[in-house]
Structures are given as structure tokens and as C-alpha cells.
């Protein structure tokens, strides 16, 4: 069964500092992995996916991610956050093509400090 | 840009009373899902919905919850008889077709007292 731990429930950064937000998967077959964000008081919203390619992958909002088959990670970075990126992340994990059911993790919490 | 629209955003509800949640998907969408969220734990899959049946249901998703496509638009989740246990976040989705990215509602949040 797949399962998806982000190792952080908090993160805490000043603004325009990099930050970067762990996530592992377990999963005995190939994966598709995500970052979705929630805003206060708005829905899940799509960062990025990986599905296949390039490991390095780009999102919205100058975020980006880098799949390692090897560390079974998928970590979050952005170079410089804003206060506007404070949000809730969630990682998430499907098995097989597509993302008909999607595995989350326990989100992690972002907060900018001025 | 089109958006899953969900109602009630928030409703409270007596422990053993029906509860119906309701979701506009996006509207060239064909395929419909639930997620639940109890607070302080992860999002959890309860269903998806293609062509007007149930495509694949956690274990979460016995007998007391059910789910319609009762028109073009709306997709409900029905929760029979609610318990505390029952007190969560509902997040409505819809993705184009299988593959695609799944594009989550804001979500209602359901209280049972």
C-alpha cells in the first residue's frame, strides 16, 4: 500500500529566505507524485505533478520539486518565499497512470515571517 | 477559471440526522471524487464517480454514504445517519478524464454535534 510522510508539520522561514518542504512515498510500484497548496480559506489548488520525464519539475508560483527514485522523495523548494506563499502543502501519491486516487500526506504548514 | 463550487461551506448537524453535501464540478469534467480531511489528520480519498456510477470507493465509504449525479451539474455525497466520527472537511474534485489533474473545491465543513 502506498503511503506518503511529510516530515515537517511546520515550517517556519523569514521572507525571501529558500525553503524547502520534505516529503517520502512508500509504494511498491511506479508513482505519480503532487504538491497541491491550500490557501486560508480556499480549496487544494495544484502546484506541480511528476509524472514522468525530467525529475526536476516546475510549478506555479516559482515552486519546484525534484523526484528521487532512490530516496523515494519528493521534495518542495522555492529560492525566495513571499508572505504570500503561507499556506498549507500537501504532498500526494497515486499508483499507475493518472491520479484517479490520490494519497496524501499530513500537510505541512508554511508560515512567512516579515 | 473555472472552479468546483461546493455547498453548504459550513454546516452543523445533530449526531443521527441526514446530511447532504453538495458540489458543481467544473462542466466538461468526467470524473467526480470525494476527500475528507478530520481535523489535524491527512486527506482521505472516499470515492470516485465515472459515467454515473461508482469507479473505485475507500473503506471509509460504507453503507451510510452515498453518492448521486441527480442532474448535468451537481454531484452529492449523502451521509445517512451522522455520527461524531463524521466531522470533517469535505472536499469535492473533478478531473477531465482519467490522467488529468484533479481540481479540488474549497470544501464543507461539517460539524456533528
Known amino acids: 500500500a502506498q503511503s506518503v510522510t511529510q516530515l515537517d508539520s511546520q515550517v517556519p522561514v523569514f521572507e525571501e529566505a529558500p525553503v524547502e518542504l520534505r516529503c517520502n512515498y512508500s509504494?511498491?510500484?511506479?508513482?505519480?507524485l503532487f504538491w497541491y497548496v491550500q490557501y486560508p480559506n480556499q480549496g487544494l489548488q495544484l502546484l506541480l505533478k511528476y509524472l514522468s520525464g525530467s525529475t526536476l519539475v516546475k510549478g506555479i508560483n516559482g515552486f519546484e520539486a525534484e523526484f528521487n527514485k532512490s530516496q523515494t522523495s519528493f521534495h518542495l523548494r522555492k529560492p525566495s518565499v513571499h508572505i504570500s506563499d503561507t499556506a498549507e502543502y500537501f504532498c500526494a501519491v497515486s499508483e499507475g497512470r493518472g491520479a484517479q486516487k490520490l494519497v496524501f500526506g499530513q500537510g505541512t504548514r508554511l508560515t512567512i515571517n516579515p | 477559471e473555472p472552479e468546483v463550487t461546493q455547498t453548504p461551506s459550513h454546516q452543523v448537524t445533530q449526531m443521527g440526522q441526514e446530511v447532504i453535501l453538495r458540489c458543481v464540478p467544473i462542466?466538461?469534467?468526467?470524473?467526480f471524487y470525494w476527500y475528507r480531511q478530520i481535523l489535524g489528520q491527512k486527506v482521505e480519498f472516499l470515492v470516485s464517480f465515472y459515467n454515473n456510477e461508482i469507479s473505485e470507493k475507500s473503506e471509509i465509504f460504507d453503507d451510510q454514504f452515498s453518492v448521486e449525479r441527480p442532474d448535468g451539474s451537481n454531484f452529492t455525497l449523502k451521509i445517512r445517519s451522522t455520527k461524531l466520527e463524521d466531522s470533517a472537511m469535505y472536499f469535492c474534485?473533478?478531473?477531465?478524464?482519467?490522467?488529468?489533474?484533479?481540481?479540488f473545491g474549497e470544501g464543507s465543513w461539517l460539524t456533528v454535534v
Open positions: 462542466s466538461n469534467h468526467l470524473y
Open positions: 509504494s511498491s510500484v511506479s508513482v505519480y
Open positions: 474534485a473533478s478531473s477531465r478524464d482519467w490522467g488529468n489533474t484533479i481540481y
